[in-house]
């Protein structure tokens, strides 16, 4: 009964987690511990959801601050992991809302609250849960959670990029403008390359000084399109590629020899793409990996 009682709520508390941590090894983590902690208590507890909300809130509160110092001296862009969201075992992800909650865009941006506004935002916004329960699970008063949600949804309405004013696009209008970025890129085709991006088009490169990698930002048309025929465009027989969901999106993946390389994904305004992300540091690719060996959510390769 202990077992599965945690088992139902294990997905949950992984997606929970993720959304804090913006790490699937992280979540992975704060979830065993959470369990070390459920074994020990399970039968004084008389809401299982509850008491685990707030165990794995507030073990993520403790690992947040060493995050952001890590981060200070990370080599280069620092992008969340990327994860499988057609995966069950990665939590609710299910509704245009909480795919927004876990998109790379959001969680990049939620790094500028504080693990606090962080909490009352992921609890509140992707996981709809009340003030009351909020305060509770961060034991502060409910006028504190308002508080602090507000404070959140200023910062990040205050970032350009982030909390849409606008409804998320949809991932079928994504998956095409998709395709035809790829296959301008690989084909080396820059005019045509250059037709789909905006004016202010901006890559991000995250290889954490583990592989080659742009180590700032790529900005405007003319430089991004020949940044990307430069990494995309060469044939290279060892190098295949798949489409997949991730965090919420359709994206682009490579391959060599097998073994995944590389994650791209796009963010459109309107019919072009304004933003472009590249995950290449291997460790983050890890978890992704290991979700991709034990799914059939590969679509076939990106024309």
Known sequence: MTTDAFTAQRPRLFGLAYRLLGSAHDAEDVVQDA????????????????WLTTVVTRLCLNR?????????TYVGPWLPEPILTTDPATGPAATVEERESVSLALLTTL???????????????????????VAAVLDVTEAGSRQLHTRARRHLAAVPTQVPTTP???????????????????????????ALLAADVTVWSDGGGK?????????????????????????????????????????????VDG?????????PAGEQV??????????????????????????????
């Open 259 to 267: 073994v995944l390389d590389g994650v791209m994904t796009i963010e």
């Open 35 to 50: 369990w070390l902690r459920w074994a020990g208590h399970e039968q004084e507890v008389d809401n299982p959801a509850a």
């Open 274 to 303: 304004a933003t472009v992300r590249i995950l290449r540091n291997p460790e983050k690719l890890a978890f992704l990996a290991a979700q991709l060996s034990r799914s059939a959510g590969l679509s076939g390769r990106p024309s």
């Open 168 to 194: 998320p696009t949809d991932p079928a209008d994504v998956g095409p403008l998709l395709a035809r970025f790829v296959a301008a890129a690989r084909e080396g085709d820059v005019a045509g390359l250059e």
């Open 64 to 72: 947040l601050d060493s995050a952001r110092a890590r981060r200070e």
């Open 111 to 133: 790094e500028r609250l504080t693990p606090p506004e962080r909490a009352v935002y992921v609890l509140r916004e992707a996981f709809g849960h009340s003030h009351a329960e």
């Open 211 to 255: 592989v080659s990698a742009a180590r700032r930002p790529v900005r405007g048309r003319d430089a991004v399109a020949r940044f990307l025929v430069g990494i995309l465009g060469a044939r290279r027989p060892r190098r295949t590629g798949a489409a997949a969901e991730i965090n919420g999106a359709p994206a682009a993946l490579a391959f």
